[in-house]
């Protein structure tokens, strides 16, 4: 059976108590605060039988010990459903060249849908991530496919195939959810009420790990792969413990934000770390938590190599963290103490000697070197950082004058220069080009907590509480904008409150 997991304990539970828990019954009971839940989807089901009839055959014939895939498209091929031939049409206009892409764009779909056999989207369309915005299409005809294929009666057989597999590897999926409790030691009711769920996809392309934040949930959907894996598992898992303490000292964190520049010249690092100082920290205390969890032998060295790819602080919290075992304080409390010992001219000094790893080449080809469009782009998020707005200015106006009329980027940008310049209605008219055009989730969080501060400041509470809102469906994969976003909610931008 499918199990739901809240794991109790107080900080004198032993390591082999936890792991007897976890050798337990596996249906446990959810809490009204949160839970952590191992399951199938029928949303997700639904979609994906749909896709498979439509001309989805990413990884069709790649041997991963289960045939429910091939099954249910032969099932449904017999079956001729009358709307077969719009969503082969469908299909064709909204594949995306990348697999992984391609997958991550239905499964975000899926995960916004309610139940059959309406299924309506759980938040207000125009909230909606980009994905699901631009697939919007699809839904009468899943409606009308769910009708005329008898989903309902299908997913109902299929119900042993996902129980057998939920059964294979919940044993250890708990087991890694049990020893991430007990090494950060949470206590009871410290989920406060998020939910993490991983949802098993037996109609997906193999080998897939798709996770996603919403709000308060977390979601990680796994397809049939010859290595299970758990390590994502985990990983996402201790995202969902470790987030909100980003946000809760996100104060302390920016205090330290200075190193970002640091981590800027990384060159293998992504742009959502060199942009969020708090989802860095984070992304590095996980790696080192990690590390502590293995015990592997060259865990240091594996430190180091986190270093040179612009995890700046996976070091020091690997070390940090020596002395955290050493100790009964829990993480909830000793994070604080951890961001505190921070020592940014010490850091700073010991990073003048670091050689960055060069960013991996695409297809084992050197990389192209960067466009004199992407290189105004670097120098005028470069100004922003810095706090040269006239400067950033000049460089995103050449960028959309004389070579990209179109360049979210520079729009964004130029939100960004007119919002600190004190030009609200520059900045409200960019802020809405950039929803209009990017899906990149960092700028759309941003775009909105932007907009919500400026009618805040206009003393336009609702229309700044419509933007906070829209704000939060995306805000969770962002520590700094969802202490943003709750702030917002709580108290007017500006005000004394904040």
Not at 432 to 437: C, E, I, N, P, W
């Amino acid at each position: 059976m499918p199990f739901k997991v809240k794991v109790h304990q107080n900080q004198i539970l032993t390591i082999g108590f936890l792991l007897a828990m976890a050798c337990t019954s596996l249906q446990g009971h959810a809490q009204s605060n949160g839970d952590v839940t191992f399951n199938s989807s029928e949303q997700i089901f639904d979609v994906m039988a749909a896709l498979n009839v439509a001309g989805y055959d990413t990884g069709l014939f790649v041997q991963t010990g289960d045939n429910t895939r091939l099954e249910v498209r032969n099932y449904l091929s017999k079956e001729n459903v009358p709307v077969a031939a719009q969503l082969r049409s469908f299909y064709a206009t909204h594949r995306l060249s990348d697999p992984g892409k391609d997958f991550e764009q239905w499964i975000t779909l899926a995960l916004m849908l309610g139940s059959p056999p309406k299924f309506q989207f759980k938040i207000p369309a125009l909230d909606l991530p980009p994905a699901a915005s631009d697939l919007k299409g699809f839904v009468p005809l899943l409606r009308t496919f769910y009708r005329q294929a008898s989903l309902d009666d299908l997913y109902a057989r299929l119900q042993p195939r996902y129980e057998d597999f939920i059964r294979r590897y919940s044993s250890r999926v708990r087991r890694e959810i049990v020893l991430s409790d007990a090494y950060l030691r949470f206590p009871s009711g410290s989920y406060l009420g998020r939910s993490y769920h991983i949802y098993v996809c037996l109609l997906g392309a193999p080998n897939q790990a798709q996770a996603r934040i919403y709000g308060d949930t977390y979601y990680l959907v796994v397809t049939p792969s010859a290595h299970f894996p758990l390590k994502r598992i985990r990983y996402q898992y201790l995202h969902f413990l470790l987030d909100p303490l980003a946000v809760k000292y996100a104060g302390e964190l920016h205090q330290k934000a200075s190193l970002e520049a640091v981590a800027r010249r990384a060159p293998a690092l992504g742009s959502d770390f060199k942009n969020d100082f708090s989802f860095l920290a984070t992304e590095c205390l996980i790696h080192a938590v990690e590390l502590r969890m293995d015990k592997s032998a060259d865990a240091p060295k594996q430190a180091n190599g986190d270093l040179a790819q612009g995890l700046i602080l996976t070091p020091y919290f690997y070390g940090a963290l020596a002395t955290y075992e050493k100790q009964p304080t829990p993480m909830s409390d000793y994070y604080l103490q951890m961001i505190q010992g921070i020592e940014v001219h010490k850091l700073e000094k010991q990073f003048t000697t670091v050689k960055f790893a060069p960013a991996k080449p695409a297809a084992q080809a050197a990389p192209p070197p960067l466009s004199a469009k992407d290189q105004l782009l670097n120098r005028g998020d470069n100004f922003i950082y810095s706090g040269e707005y006239d400067q950033a200015k000049v460089a995103f106006e050449q960028v959309l004058k004389q070579y990209d009329s179109n360049s979210t980027r520079a729009m964004y940008g130029l939100a960004v220069v007119a919002s600190n310049s004190r030009e609200p209605d520059i900045a409200v008219k960019y802020f809405k080009k950039t929803l209009a055009s990017t899906h990149n989730l960092r700028m759309i969080t941003w775009s909105h907590i932007y907009l919500g501060r400026i009618y805040d400041l206009e003393g336009e509470r609702q229309k700044a509480l419509e933007q906070y809102r829209a704000a939060s469906v995306t805000a969770g994969n962002f520590p700094e904008a969802l202490s943003a976003v709750d702030n917002g909610l709580r108290h007017p931008y500006g005000s004394s409150a904040q």
